[in-house]
């Protein structure tokens, strides 16, 4: 029993030591640092157009502490403004979303968006979701 009960002990041990620990960690600490680059954009469901969203693929993130965000655009325009996470319950359901409000006071536009569920899926990739009646729109961010 004690020499099957060893490899599989260090096997344990090898994978707790050697994964990232970015899990264990709250969203808030988890976005900051780093560009985040919206790398696709998808509809699910019935009507509506990703055209109409206002942070578009390509688009570039930078989220810093304080609740301080950066957002450069794919024609080079910078937007500076405000981003907040806020996790959400309901029963046994637990979420998180993301706000985003940011302003170019050059050309005066505001861009704002509220990503009703986040999810990290590794520390470089998060996707986040925008629900709107029969459709939804999916926001995919790697760093």
């Not at 600490?29 to 699910?44: A, F, N, P, Q």
């Not at 688009?59 to 609740?67: E, S, T, W």
Request: charge should be positive; include cysteine; hydrophobic fraction near 35%.
């Amino acid at each position: 029993m004690r020499k099957k009960f060893t490899p599989v002990l260090i096997v344990i041990v090898f994978l707790v030591f050697g994964c990232s620990k970015d899990f264990l960690k709250k969203y808030e600490k988890r976005i900051i640092g780093g560009e985040w680059k919206i790398t696709d954009l998808k509809r699910r469901g019935f009507g509506g157009n990703t055209a109409s969203l206002p942070f578009q693929e390509g688009g570039r993130f930078n989220f810093q502490g304080g609740g301080i965000v950066t957002f450069t655009d794919n024609s080079g325009n910078v937007y500076t403004g405000n981003w907040d996470i806020t996790k959400k319950r309901f029963d046994d359901d637990t979420w998180r979303s993301l706000e985003v409000s940011v302003a170019d006071f050059n050309n005066q536009q505001f861009l704002f968006e509220n990503y009703d569920d986040m999810q990290f899926s590794g520390t470089d990739h998060f996707k986040a979701t925008i629900y709107s009646g029969a459709h939804s729109y999916i926001t995919h961010f790697r760093r």
